[in-house]
């Protein structure tokens, strides 16, 4: 089920490598509340999952993105699709819609607001290329290839490069969340859906580890509401599953660092709790 979807991840970054001029991306996503604001507003619509957004997101890294603009871009993509917020429309109607839209939106932005304030920069070093592939040298400058050879570079950066760094961590992470989802005690979920603070953790303890998309998990989602899941919970289960999963803290880890990782999980984790929470209090 991941992998087209991370196959269509690695696509964007390699259309995001040869179509967008690195210097685009340094004026516009590079540092400050704006970059966090538009790399939100891009990712909100873009049809990616959980883990075909991984290398898109790391994609934007190398080329020049802020730490809290690829943390806003990997929370807004996965949670907001398009598809997502007609399935639930479907489900839930359009006030459920304006409310996880304002979920991705708030979140995406507060977190890489934190980034950017709690996260020294050099503490998260990117990969970069020693020498320009095509003129084996290292250059800053762009390159216009023809269209055989904008081709293949897709292909070999998108498929090849980012492939090797992260295709690994994010197969072990699926690999542990489908452990973790084949043993979790399906009659837990079933006795703790009631109001109360207590729904809102073991949705948090559930679907941070779990790869789930935003779209599998609305139906999900709806049969736990109709057995008594609060919509507070609800909304906490439909922010952490899409957002967090163990592929995406595995690739964190390994391109961006531990500390980088732990508050991206702390983070979502928290403010879902208290938007949760709040909904809970409001309906």
């Not at 943390?71 to 949670?79: G, S």
């Not at 003129?135 to 800053?140: G, K, P, R």
């Not at 989602?221 to 109709?226: D, E, I, M, R, T």
């Amino acid at each position: 089920m991941a992998l087209p979807w991370l196959a269509i991840g690695y696509l964007f970054a390699g259309l995001l490598k040869v179509l967008v001029p690195a210097d685009f991306l340094e004026k516009h996503i590079g540092s400050g509340f704006k970059s966090i604001l538009i790399a939100t507003l891009i990712g909100i619509p873009l049809p990616l999952c959980s883990c075909g957004v991984i290398p898109t997101a790391m994609g934007l890294r190398r080329r020049g993105a802020s730490l809290g603009a690829t943390l806003a871009f990997l929370i807004a993509t996965p949670m907001t699709t398009v598809t997502t917020l007609f399935l639930l429309y479907a489900f839930f109607g359009w006030k459920f819609v304006i409310l996880m839209l304002f979920a991705g939106f708030s979140i995406a932005i507060l977190t890489g607001l934190f980034a950017d304030i709690f996260i020294d920069s050099s503490e998260t070093e990117i990969k970069k290329e020693a020498k320009c592939p095509h003129c084996n040298v290292t250059c800053e400058h762009e390159h216009y290839f023809g269209l055989t050879e904008k081709i293949k570079e897709i292909f070999k950066y998108g498929f090849l490069e980012m492939g090797k760094d992260t295709l690994g961590w994010i197969l072990l992470g699926l690999l542990g969340a489908g452990i973790i989802a084949t043993l979790a005690p399906k009659e837990v979920i079933g006795r703790y859906l009631g109001a109360g603070f207590l729904p809102l953790i073991l949705m948090v303890i559930i679907g941070t580890p779990m790869y789930i998309c935003s779209t599998g998990s609305i139906p999900f989602v709806a049969a736990l509401v109709s057995k008594g899941l609060t919509i507070g919970g609800a909304v906490v289960f439909l922010i952490v599953g899409p957002a967090t999963n163990l592929s995406t803290f595995f690739v964190l880890t390994h391109e961006l660092g531990r500390k980088t990782a732990i508050m991206y999980i702390v983070s979502i984790a928290t403010l879902s709790l208290i938007l949760g929470y709040f909904i809970q209090l409001m309906i």
